[in-house]
């Protein structure tokens, strides 16, 4: 059993290398001050959600990150290995269509996480269990219109949008190719994505978490100045 987990992880870094996937914790520069856990860390919301509700945003993030890309990673390993007759999947079918649909929920939690430091800074911040990405993006741009013209606020908001535009419900429901037997003849090219897709469009859900967390960084600092301006 030993020798099983070896190669999945050599095969997990293997697939990791030839599509650049990357998490949290592999980018992390520990003795950098300027790496994003002390930038995030020294912003006003990590106290007030540690000290009020005891969450540790930052491992939650990086966690969140790494199921990410255990996720992402064996999509891609799995892809090759199911069938595509109509009716007919595999063992490998199910495999695939499961770490698509966990991944796919990874993403969603960790842009939620990401709504819980966001709602410190609006001006009525919502009850933590009313609290969605979504919803408090809008609710930002509500509260301050000076972001629309902010690069990294229109960053977070095409987030957002392709967030939305991921639809897990839909894919749960309508783009598995075990499900594609019981969909109307006329609903079959109508929007539904070719499962074999789905790697490379939740890669890109993953960049936008890794490679892009100085955007997150820096809107948070911006709303840190936006809170410190007396209100006349």
């Known amino acids: 059993m030993e020798d099983f987990y070896i190669g999945l992880n050599r095969e997990i870094q293997r697939v990791s290398d030839e599509f650049n996937i990357k998490n949290l914790i592999s980018i992390q520069d520990y003795y950098n001050e300027n790496d994003y856990w002390p ?3 020294n912003f006003s919301f990590f106290n007030k959600l540690f000290d009020v509700h005891h969450y540790h945003f930052l491992y939650e993030i990086q966690g969140l990150s790494s199921q990410i890309h255990f996720g992402l990673a ?3 390993l799995l892809r090759d290995k199911i069938s595509q007759r109509r009716g007919r999947p595999n063992i490998f079918n199910h ?10 929920h990874c993403v969603y939690a960790y842009w939620n996480r990401v709504g819980l430091v966001l709602n410190t800074y609006l001006i ?8 969605y990405f979504s919803g408090v993006v809008h609710q930002l741009l509500t509260d301050y219109p000076q972001l629309a013209e902010n690069e990294d606020f229109v960053w977070i908001t095409n987030v957002k949008n392709s967030l939305e535009a991921l639809n897990r419900n839909e894919f749960a429901h309508n783009n598995s190719l075990i499900m594609q037997d019981f969909l109307p003849e006329y609903k079959e090219d109508e929007g539904q994505m070719d499962l074999l897709a789905f ?6 859900h993953n960049r936008y978490i890794v490679d892009d967390i100085f955007n997150l960084v820096e809107l948070i600092g911006e709303l840190e100045q936006i809170i410190s301006i007396p209100k006349v």
């Open 39 to 41: 930038c995030l860390a």
């Open 95 to 104: 495999r695939y269509t499961f770490m698509i649909e966990s991944t796919i």
């Open 124 to 131: 009525k911040p919502k009850d933590l269990k009313r609290v």
């Open 199 to 204: 790697p490379e469009l939740l890669l890109t």
């Open 74 to 76: 064996n999509c891609f």
